[in-house]
């Protein structure tokens, strides 16, 4: 397999920003020879906010001048017709569960549960009906759907996923809640640690390492990330079918458990990162005692 057909095979999904109609149009001809597989993957995206829904802007490097055409674009709008904005400069409503720090949904909580809501519902679902699916966490889901669970979740509404029966939407709402958070899983407070883990641990004390980093998290954050990894286990025991392995779910979820505190996810953090989800994974038996 060739590196382009090994590359294509590995997107997950691509998002064309403020696609024009000369794009739309050379996509349409070269159709005929552009694999199925590969145009699923393909999404067109009209304004910046929407890709709230897919990844955390502040992580992207966005040119002024794209921002500034962004702009343009929703001023040229009539206001009954202007894109909604981005959760982060939308005001909170009263039952705000997406961008909610983890202490305060654990607070609201009457039974006391640490795990939010969100996670117990997503994990839930995927746990019974998502295992054998291939590729579990890369796929993307419909940008208007995920927008309308958030809006559920955040006035209060009960969410069911099984009446909805689409495993991706479930998962891109579980990677969407952690990466909207307002303080990553993980904290801030450990990314040093975690970004130099390779460094400052050895291979025969990495378990004893991660388990000491974990117990020092906040509670709600110690046990959400348990509840997670325990899932995840179960994920990549099933890797044979749904090709998920430890390796390919660190991709997924590192970015999602943590980054640093201006918001931008540096490209040698990325790695050191990735690498310290996969040994948690790996070791989660032994951190996780």
């Not at 390492?209 to 954050?221: A, D, G, I, W």
């Amino acid at each position: 397999m060739s590196v382009s057909s090994r590359y294509k095979k590995n997107i997950k999904a691509l998002y064309i920003v403020h696609p024009t109609m000369f794009i739309k149009t050379l996509l349409i001809l070269f159709k005929p020879i552009i694999s199925f597989k590969f145009g699923r993957k393909i999404n067109y995206v009209s304004y910046l906010s929407e890709l709230e829904a897919v990844v955390k802007s502040e992580q992207l490097i966005t040119p002024a001048r794209v921002r500034e055409y962004d702009n343009k674009l929703r001023a040229s709008l009539k206001p009954s017709a202007q894109p909604p904005l981005s959760p982060l400069h939308s005001p909170p409503l009263p039952n705000q569960v997406f961008g909610v720090p983890l202490a305060l949904l654990s607070q609201r909580n009457p039974d006391g549960d640490q795990v939010p809501q969100v996670m117990r519902d997503t994990i839930g679902f995927l746990s019974a009906q998502g295992l054998d699916i291939e590729g579990i966490f890369r796929r993307s889901a419909n940008v208007t759907l995920v927008r309308d669970v958030q809006l559920r979740y955040n006035s209060g509404e009960a969410v069911n996923f099984t009446e909805m029966e689409d495993i991706h939407l479930a998962a891109v709402i579980l990677k969407t809640f952690l990466r909207e958070l307002p303080e990553p899983l993980l904290t801030f407070q450990l990314y040093n640690d975690v970004v130099n883990f390779s460094c400052t641990a050895s291979l025969d004390n990495q378990a004893a390492s991660m388990k000491t980093l974990v117990e020092s998290l906040p509670e709600e954050n110690a046990t959400s990330l348990r509840y997670l990894v325990t899932f995840l286990a179960q994920v990549s025991a099933n890797s044979e079918v749904n090709k998920m392995t430890n390796s390919n779910l660190a991709v997924v979820f590192g970015p999602n458990l943590l980054w640093g505190r201006d918001n931008a996810m540096s490209l040698s953090a990325i790695g050191p990162i990735n690498n310290f989800t996969r040994i948690l994974l790996d070791q989660q038996h032994l951190v996780f005692t």
